[in-house]
């Protein structure tokens, strides 16, 4: 027993001792593997995957053929068919007119789609449809897959007349979720009119461009013919070539053909948007504009007994950003991402800003499980391996309000004369009591021994730890949002020992 509880330390000291990047590639052997069993179950006739770190794509495999018919292997320099992954590219582009003030998010969608003007709302009372609720699947539309599927290669002209003639809404805007193709082809529209150009050439030139996303495309036969994934549908045991749709007016909503080399370099974008700091601007989007795609802006679901991949039951809350889905799971992670799926492709993205963390899979086979696998893999690969999240530092006006706050323990001698402690503190706290309930901890964890560093929430939150002789203490406190901040909320409790 003495042994294997040796053993259990040295296996949990020696994953604490490895930097992120090293636990990563440890567990790279099991990555491959959990890949390798989807594909095969999934009957996936080619596969590429790969895992974004620290801002570069760190690892990355291929799996089978991208062309049955012709031999040719799947590779990270072959081109799929992504679907809706495309989605958040429309609504980066979006983001970008509307910081150079060409368009707000909040303004009415007819004010550039002047066909919308002649659309009858579900109720009299119904507010307009705003472009904020295209991008979050909010206008009301219905659910449209796998209909929008088949609309990729209509003509602006068609969709125009589509959206004159009328639309049927399932709901009134701004009220729930529902996903909507046609609302992201709208987006489309939008960054035409404004733009004065297509979308496919403004976001050619605004996104791919600037991120050497030199091996991306809208229109499948631009790409070069041994480049080219094709998708195929499994049917009577075999796998069956699936006609590509063209580019068209729905594309915005899930046109594009990309490599996993070059969508590695948006992922690390999207992941170069935290932490929020003071570094000059080097992509093609603003940071805060990043941060403000992938907040979760519209809840799509809760579900308290959600079923992990890895087969954990626990909550899962979801929510959806501008093009980009939100994810925080029973562990207090948040991830954001994308699935695609379309006739003869299934893929999906999503990143773990908080480990700069990001995993990318695409594969030609039918509304392929890209999702599920990619989900299995990261949630595998940060337990198993004890994977560390990035702290938030403390802000100096923490770590001093922390340390004037030691100075008064445990006898809050003259606290009132501090000038530490914002105006509402002593109305809601009392001297004699603080210093009654601190003596009282006190008596039982001893002579302050150490003093942790604080452990911010945020800027103006945190807790720290009091070590003493005979146990430890937790305190916890806030500041007020007054210059200079002041303690305006305090706690404080031992810290009871565990017992075997």
């Known amino acids: 027993m003495k042994k294997l509880l040796f053993c259990l330390v040295a296996a949990t000291f020696s994953l604490s001792a490895q930097t992120n990047e090293e636990k990563i590639h ?38 089978g053929l991208a062309q049955i018919e012709n031999g040719v292997k799947a590779d990270k320099m072959i081109d799929f068919r992504i679907a809706s992954m495309s989605k958040s590219f429309a609504s980066m582009a979006i983001l970008q007119l509307r910081d150079a003030g060409k368009l707000r998010l909040d303004d009415p969608a007819a004010n550039y789609i002047p066909e919308l003007k002649s659309t009858k709302s579900l109720t009299k009372d119904a507010p307009v449809i705003t472009i904020r609720h295209l991008l979050t699947h909010a206008a009301g539309f219905p659910e449209d897959n796998p209909w929008g599927d088949r609309q990729l290669g209509i003509s602006d002209e068609t969709f125009k007349a589509m959206i004159k003639k009328g639309i049927t809404f399932s709901t009134n805007p701004g009220i729930s979720y529902e996903y909507s193709n046609m609302g992201f082809a709208m987006l489309g529209l939008i960054i035409k009119n404004v733009s004065g150009q297509s979308y496919q050439s403004y976001i050619q030139e605004h996104i791919f461009k600037p991120l050497g996303m030199n091996n991306t495309y809208w229109e499948y036969s631009e790409v070069p013919a041994n480049k080219l994934a094709y998708g195929y549908r499994w049917l009577d045991n075999k796998w069956v070539k699936q006609p590509m749709e063209h580019d068209g007016a729905y594309g915005a909503m899930g046109g594009l053909i990309t490599t996993l080399e070059d969508f590695s370099k948006y992922t690390a974008l999207h992941l170069s948007a935290w932490p929020e700091r003071d570094e000059t601007e080097k992509g093609p989007l603003k940071r805060s504009s990043l941060r403000e795609m992938q907040f979760p802006w519209n809840i799509s679901g809760f579900n308290p007994k959600y079923t992990y991949p890895i087969g954990r039951i626990g909550s899962s809350f979801t929510s959806y950003g501008y093009g980009l889905s939100f994810l925080q799971d029973d562990q207090g992670r948040r991830s954001v991402g994308h ?48 994977l560390s999240p990035r702290k938030l530092p403390a802000s100096a006006i923490l770590k001093q309000r922390q340390s004037e706050l030691v100075r008064l323990l445990p006898e809050w001698k003259n606290a009132t004369e501090t000038g530490i402690f914002a105006e509402n503190f002593f109305l809601d706290y009392f001297p004699e009591k603080l210093a009654a309930e601190a003596k009282a ?41 007054e210059t200079p901040a002041l303690i305006q909320e305090y706690h404080i409790q031992e810290i009871k020992k565990a017992h075997n």
Do not use: C
């Open 441 to 481: 901890i006190f008596g039982k964890i001893g002579a302050i021994r150490s003093i942790q560093e604080i452990e911010p929430e945020n800027n103006l939150r945190g807790t720290f730890r009091i070590d003493g002789e005979k146990g430890s203490a937790k305190v916890y406190f806030t500041l007020s949002p």
């Open 339 to 386: 699935s695609g799926g379309l006739p003869g492709f299934g893929s999906n993205w999503r990143i773990y800003p908080d480990y700069d963390l990001g995993i990318i899979s695409f594969a030609n086979v039918t509304y392929a499980p890209a999702s599920f696998i990619n989900l299995k893999v990261l949630d595998s690969l940060i337990s198993s391996t004890q």
């Open 26 to 63: 440890s567990f790279i052997p099991t990555l491959d593997s959990l890949f390798k069993q989807q594909a095969n179950l999934s009957k996936m006739p080619g596969l590429v995957y790969g895992i974004v770190y620290n801002g570069r794509l760190i690892h990355s495999n291929a799996l």
